[in-house]
């Protein structure tokens, strides 16, 4: 049974009385950091109540195994893809036998044994589609910025080449892209829109466009089946591996909103981020976005490595440039099993190692030599003024808004940005 305690339960409460009364043999926790010390919480309740074999797995526990296993209410930690490790472990569990697969680490004692580590799985199309039908309340899933409703997110590979060091990604999926066919993609995105009537696909894979090939014959095959189907990017696209015929394709298969990490308008800290992306690249490539008319988005992170207020005007001056129809700030976020974190935990810039602090809407948790917390939290507050409160700006949106589900996700984002302002005071 799959249990999602954002969606399924009212309170903890209320999760805790469920576990109880069904009492299962085998506990899995997926661990996103900011959650891990929730997650630790309710790990401890449940062993106050009996002894089940608890698994946390994850992105933030293949990242920091080591330290996860540490804690007392967890029995055992799965690393990376979990899909086969899991399903090796529970074979030898219902014969009575506890031991560590590959991929995984045990807890046996005061001891800890680990298994070697575990291939990444080459045949994606070998995996069935996730069991949706295991969760309790699929309808209830509608991301913040969702047009249309009901909505599923999708991968269609795993794997990110590139060496960005504030990106969690490819100590998870490693860095070589994995595909899944083409025909097995749209395979299930058929069967989600019979059996789920599904009209919006968020796609959340890390590099979506890096095989032109795939992804022209995959958006050949959307234009001529699913052009009543709203496709997003959650992720957005990396702006270096689109070109003229990869945006016409998007545009003739029915994507009307294409999104960029953009991160910096320095190119300094783009460097030393190992982005790999030149500033006229950017410039050039958000131009021939527009020209064809999508509706654009760019995403970017202040507070990055051998940032400055310098290189922070810099990139509230390109997001101003650039003018997509939407921007999003966040702060830096130094997750752990990153370069990033590494070189703030050796150099003594974070302020603490609470993970429940480490969201993307949290304030920042470290300084920089040349850069307060303080000035990271005003620059973020700046750039969202700067870049919405322009007549232009808010005459542009209030123009395109066409349905309540419009004026919904901007008056989200308005609350958004007034909470800001308000809790810097």
Same mark, same amino acid.
């Given at each position: 049974?799959?249990?999602d305690?954002?969606?399924?339960?009212?309170?903890?409460?209320?999760?805790?009385?469920?576990?109880?009364?069904?009492?299962p043999?085998?506990?899995?926790?997926?661990?996103?950091?900011?959650?891990?010390?929730s997650?630790?919480?309710?790990a401890?309740?449940?062993?106050?109540?009996?002894?089940?074999?608890?698994?946390?797995?994850?992105?933030?526990?293949s990242?920091?195994?080591?330290?996860?296993?540490?804690?007392?209410? /967890?029995? #055992?930690? %799965? &690393?990376?893809? $979990?899909? !086969?490790?899991?399903?090796?472990?529970? =074979?030898?569990f219902?014969?009575?036998?506890?031991?560590? /697969?590959? #991929?995984? %680490? &045990?807890?046996? $004692?005061? !001891?800890f044994?680990?298994?070697?580590? =575990?291939?990444?799985?080459?045949?994606?199309?070998?995996?069935p589609?996730?069991?949706?039908?295991?969760?309790?309340?699929p309808?209830r899933y509608?991301?913040?910025?969702?047009l249309?409703?009901?909505?599923a997110t999708?991968?269609?590979?795993?794997?990110?080449?590139y060496?960005?060091?504030?990106?969690?990604?490819?100590?998870?999926w490693?860095?070589?892209?994995?595909?899944?066919?083409?025909?097995?993609?749209?395979?299930?995105?058929?069967?989600?829109?019979?059996?789920?009537?599904?009209?919006?696909?968020?796609?959340?894979?890390?590099?979506?466009?890096?095989?032109?090939?795939?992804?022209l014959?995959f958006?050949?095959?959307?234009?001529?089946?699913?052009?009543?189907?709203?496709?997003?990017?959650?992720?957005?696209?990396?702006?270096?591996?689109v070109?003229?015929?990869?945006?016409?394709?998007?545009?003739?298969?029915?994507?009307?909103?294409?999104?960029?990490?953009i991160?910096?308008?320095?190119?300094?800290?783009?460097?030393?981020?190992?982005?790999?992306l030149?500033?006229?690249?950017?410039?050039?490539?958000?131009?021939?976005?527009?020209?064809?008319?999508?509706?654009?988005?760019?995403?970017?992170?202040l507070?990055?490595?051998?940032?400055?207020p310098?290189?922070?005007?810099?990139?509230?001056?390109?997001?101003?440039?650039?003018?997509p129809?939407?921007?999003k700030?966040?702060?830096?976020?130094?997750?752990?099993?990153?370069?990033?974190?590494?070189?703030?935990?050796?150099?003594?810039?974070l302020?603490?190692?609470?993970?429940s602090?480490?969201?993307?809407?949290?304030?920042?948790?470290?300084?920089?030599?040349?850069?307060?917390?303080?000035?990271?939290?005003?620059?973020?507050?700046?750039?969202?003024?700067?870049?919405?409160?322009r007549p232009?700006?808010?005459?542009?949106?209030?123009?395109?808004?066409r349905?309540?589900?419009?004026?919904?996700?901007?008056?989200?984002?308005?609350?958004?940005?007034?909470?800001?302002?308000?809790?810097?005071?």
């Amino acid at each position: 049974e799959i249990i999602d305690l954002d969606v399924d339960f009212e309170k903890e409460f209320h999760f805790i009385e469920f576990v109880k009364s069904v009492q299962p043999d085998v506990i899995g926790f997926t661990i996103v950091t900011p959650c891990f010390n929730s997650a630790v919480i309710l790990a401890n309740k449940i062993k106050e109540i009996y002894n089940p074999f608890i698994i946390f797995g994850g992105p933030h526990t293949s990242a920091v195994p080591e330290e996860v296993i540490k804690e007392k209410s /967890v029995n #055992g930690v %799965i &690393i990376g893809e $979990g899909e !086969r490790t899991i399903v090796e472990f529970m =074979r030898h569990f219902k014969r009575g036998v506890t031991v560590p /697969v590959a #991929g995984m %680490i &045990i807890k046996s $004692g005061n !001891r800890f044994l680990r298994c070697r580590k =575990r291939d990444f799985i080459e045949d994606l199309n070998g995996l069935p589609f996730p069991a949706r039908s295991l969760l309790r309340h699929p309808e209830r899933y509608s991301p913040p910025d969702a047009l249309q409703t009901p909505v599923a997110t999708i991968l269609t590979s795993r794997g990110c080449p590139y060496r960005c060091t504030f990106c969690q990604a490819p100590g998870i999926w490693g860095r070589k892209i994995r595909r899944r066919s083409v025909e097995n993609v749209i395979a299930e995105i058929k069967f989600l829109n019979k059996k789920y009537n599904i009209r919006e696909i968020h796609i959340a894979d890390d590099d979506f466009t890096h095989s032109k090939e795939w992804t022209l014959n995959f958006l050949n095959m959307v234009k001529s089946e699913f052009l009543g189907t709203r496709f997003y990017f959650m992720n957005g696209l990396r702006i270096d591996n689109v070109d003229r015929e990869i945006l016409e394709n998007l545009k003739r298969a029915g994507f009307i909103n294409v999104g960029f990490g953009i991160e910096s308008g320095s190119q300094r800290i783009l460097n030393k981020v190992k982005k790999g992306l030149k500033i006229e690249e950017i410039k050039k490539k958000f131009r021939m976005a527009k020209k064809l008319g999508f509706k654009t988005w760019a995403f970017f992170i202040l507070g990055l490595p051998g940032e400055t207020p310098s290189t922070l005007k810099e990139t509230i001056a390109l997001s101003l440039s650039l003018d997509p129809d939407f921007a999003k700030f966040f702060y830096l976020v130094p997750y752990p099993g990153t370069d990033v974190y590494e070189e703030f935990l050796t150099k003594r810039y974070l302020q603490t190692r609470d993970f429940s602090r480490y969201g993307l809407y949290t304030e920042p948790v470290y300084e920089l030599p040349l850069l307060s917390k303080s000035e990271i939290e005003k620059a973020l507050i700046l750039a969202y003024l700067r870049f919405y409160l322009r007549p232009s700006k808010i005459l542009r949106i209030l123009f395109r808004i066409r349905t309540l589900t419009e004026l919904r996700l901007n008056y989200r984002a308005i609350l958004f940005l007034l909470r800001k302002v308000i809790r810097r005071g």
